[in-house]
């Protein structure tokens, strides 16, 4: 058995007397792409967030390579660098310049040189197909564009993991698929990788394990295999049912 790189024991989330998340409890191993599914407000991107400590959890540890980081001893700072985030709204600096983006997290953050940051944002850029876009601003770029950047920003910070928070939702159609692409050769490239996302081609395709949310908890986890070939929870087949019919 892999060891955890995250792991969520007895995770809840209250927003007020509005219960989010109940009891969430996932293990990810190095190399694993897991995805999240379920419908809008089942509790996936809060999920993610917490993770991040976006979101701060009501009850709950959340560990990172067995140390619980949500205490106070804990080096958030380091964990913070070593988990990385891709938003659904790209979260791109409109007033710097793409190269900006890249380097901007690794100066303040990691303390690296100018140079040093440059050059490994440019590798990363080329590495998502935005090597000749160094110079532009957000503004001239389509929302397909801007995504690639933010994930190039993510790796230039080396992270451990990535999360991605419904990262081809708030694209057009016709751009999705170039920033799946860009996910699907960092799985392959062994990335460890949380997905939440509303792409069942993709969590099918790509995920070794696949978690559908319902309502604040996990009803069903398993393989692509098991959860899309043979799904056990009526709540389950019921929410495939839809993607597979439309």
Do not use: W
């Not at 955890?4 to 190399?31: C, P, Q, T, W, Y």
């Not at 660098?81 to 953050?109: D, H, I, P, R, Y």
């Amino acid at each position: 058995m892999t060891q955890s790189i995250i792991e969520l024991r007895h995770l809840r989330k209250n927003f007020g007397a509005n219960k989010v998340l109940e009891d969430i409890n996932i293990s990810v191993g190095k190399g694993e792409v897991v995805s999240v599914i379920g419908s809008s407000g089942s509790g996936k991107s809060t999920m993610l967030r917490c993770i991040n400590l976006l979101c701060e959890p009501t009850d709950g540890e959340i560990l990172y390579h067995g140390e619980n980081i949500l205490s106070k001893k804990f080096a958030l700072r380091k964990y913070r660098a070593n988990v990385g985030m891709v938003f659904q709204s790209f979260n791109l600096f409109e007033n710097m310049t793409v190269l900006g983006n890249c380097t901007v997290g690794q100066v303040k953050v990691l303390h690296r040189t100018r140079a040093e940051a440059e050059k490994i944002a440019i590798e990363n850029l080329e590495r998502v197909g935005m090597g000749k876009y160094i110079y532009a601003k957000p503004k001239q770029l389509s929302g397909g564009q801007k995504q690639r950047v933010a994930i190039a920003r993510t790796l230039s910070m080396n992270p451990e993991v990535i999360l991605f928070d419904e990262p081809t939702s708030a694209l057009d159609p016709e751009m999705v698929g170039e920033v799946l692409t860009v996910i699907k050769n960092l799985a392959k490239s062994g990335f460890t990788m949380i997905v939440v996302t509303h792409e069942m081609a993709f969590a099918r395709d790509v995920s070794s394990r696949v978690i559908f949310m319902d309502k604040g908890v996990i009803a069903e986890e398993g393989t692509p295999e098991e959860l899309f070939g043979n799904p056990k929870q009526q709540r389950t087949r019921e929410f495939l049912s839809r993607f597979i019919e439309g």
